[in-house]
């Protein structure tokens, strides 16, 4: 009888794969082989080759970890000479914040980068774009802090601001983060909708950049002698308020009246609401479009500016948006003519062509229409030329 053929190499699996009944038994055939050529059983082969796999298995961590902790260290060195280059990732090592990082988010706190609060994590955060921040490390301001603390990063250029701009990240005292989309929808290109007013719902992005228009949520809260200076206040209250009636008699009496004059204010300005909507409804079917007594009771000003002006007529919307858009042009007017060196210091005759003086012209004009044909007097000249001058006056002041 003919000797079957030695067994070759295991058969290659793909992942997956059962191995059939001829693999294995080839399988086997070879592990048999291979342990009696090592002199010693199958089990025992079986145990040194799961002894081989496992220390193979950790020589492979150990080499992961090694190359992790080397990476860890060239990007610290990175940043301690001067920082990645942009668009280089460098990883974000956990621990405390670093002193520079702290130096650098108490002078960001303390600068106008007009902020935005958000919905951060179920928690109100406050949010800001990268180009205010990088501006505010540009500005004179920053070198004056600069010579005071000695822990704020030198900033020539743009490389070097977003170097320490990424401190902020690197120490997780900034996130970058986006708006998050409507639920069902994330994931999904839209057509870009309507602005509407409200509060962004934000999460964090994984890519810790450092563009213009990207918006980076704060983490760092600054000094917290505020709020602990408001919780004394707030128990100091609690307590005055639960101690009530023990107070002296002349105390809580001079309470009382204070408690009654505001119940008075009150009162008066829910009087005054009535009121205002009152003559509101009237002048609207007396004299349309109606007339609103104090019209920016109610809007988001101010506590003088709520009062200011006294009355004013309603407007629609197409009124409101029209008159929103000429301030709009008017102010991007006069930034463009300071831009051009225009403003209070421009030459008086240049600005004549943009003014329009039809409106105080045109009076004497029909007037010597109606009277004579002939030329107009000196009088005249020095009127037309007072109405001229307070419409540019009056152009200068808005």
């Not at 990088?134 to 070097?160: F, G, Q, W």
């Not at 505020?226 to 002296?248: C, D, E, R, S, T």
Request: hydrophobic share 40%; aromatic share 8%; net charge positive.
């Amino acid at each position: 009888m003919a000797q079957p053929p030695p067994p070759g190499p295991f058969p290659p699996l793909q992942p997956g794969q059962q191995p059939t009944p001829d693999q294995i038994r080839q399988m086997q055939q070879q592990i048999a082989a291979e342990a009696q050529k090592a002199g010693i059983s199958v089990p025992q082969y079986v145990e040194r080759l799961k002894a081989q796999a496992q220390q193979n298995h950790q020589r492979m961590q150990m080499m992961q970890q090694q190359q992790r902790a080397q990476q860890q260290q060239q990007g610290q060195q990175q940043i301690q000479q001067g920082g990645a280059q942009p668009g280089q990732q460098v990883p974000i090592a956990p621990g405390p914040p670093k002193p520079e990082a702290l130096a650098v988010a108490a002078f960001l706190r303390s600068q106008n980068l007009k902020l935005r609060t958000c919905i951060f994590q179920e928690k109100r955060k406050d949010m800001f774009k990268v180009k205010r921040a990088i501006r505010a490390l540009h500005s004179p301001a920053y070198e004056k802090a600069r010579k005071k603390n000695a822990l704020l990063p030198e900033v020539k250029d743009r490389v070097t601001a977003e170097n320490t701009f990424k401190l902020l990240p690197l120490s997780l005292l900034a996130l970058r983060v986006s708006k998050m989309d409507d639920k069902g929808h994330e994931g999904h290109a839209h057509a870009k909708k309507k602005r509407v007013k409200g509060l962004w719902t934000v999460k964090v992005e994984p890519q810790q950049e450092a563009r213009d228009d990207f918006h980076y949520v704060w983490l760092y809260e600054g000094s917290q002698w505020k709020n602990k200076l408001y919780a004394v206040g707030a128990l100091a209250l609690i307590l005055a308020v639960v101690f009530f009636p023990v107070w002296p008699y002349h105390l809580r009496l001079g309470v009382w009246y204070l408690s009654m004059g505001m119940l008075g204010l009150l009162g008066l300005f829910f009087a005054m609401a009535l009121f205002r909507l009152i003559l509101f409804l009237i002048t609207m079917f007396a004299k349309p479009p109606g007339l609103w007594l104090f019209p920016n009771l109610f809007e988001d000003v101010g506590f003088f500016d709520s009062f200011k002006p006294a009355w004013a007529w309603h407007e629609d919307e197409k009124a409101v948006k029209r008159r929103k858009k000429e301030e709009r042009d008017r102010k991007r007017t006069k930034r463009a003519e300071k831009a051009a060196g225009g403003g209070a210091k421009a030459d008086p005759k240049s600005e004549k062509p943009a003014i329009k003086p039809e409106p105080t012209i045109s009076k004497p004009i029909t007037a010597s229409a109606h009277a004579t044909t002939s030329a107009p007097t000196n009088g005249d000249l020095v009127a037309q030329q007072r109405n001229l001058v307070a419409r540019v006056e009056e152009v200068e002041d808005d």
